[in-house]
């Protein structure tokens, strides 16, 4: 994590980012589906389109819940 990342998020945000991301278990509802996605592309600073809910994209939506979860991380032990 830079500087850079600490500079475009609010205490507040990353509290609420650790709060969700700690309930999110194996299976993702489609109620956080597009707050993870946003959340997502927010923290690597890109868009990319959201993957579909099926299995096939489990990989994809995956990938954007351990970003969260990292970058939370970082964020609480710095």
């Known amino acids: ?3 850079h990342d600490r500079e475009r998020f ?4 990353v509290s609420e980012m650790k709060e969700i991301i700690e309930g999110i278990g194996v299976n993702l ?4 589906a597009h707050w993870v996605w946003s959340t997502y592309t ?8 959201k993957p579909c809910m099926c299995g096939k994209s489990a990989q994809h939506w995956r990938r954007a ?7 939370v991380k970082d ?4």
């Open 1 to 3: 994590m830079t500087e």
């Open 10 to 13: 609010t205490e507040e945000e």
């Open 29 to 32: 509802s489609t109620d956080v």
């Open 42 to 49: 927010k923290i690597i600073n890109k868009q990319e389109k």
């Open 65 to 71: 819940v351990e970003t969260i979860r990292s970058f």
């Open 75 to 78: 964020w609480y032990d710095i």
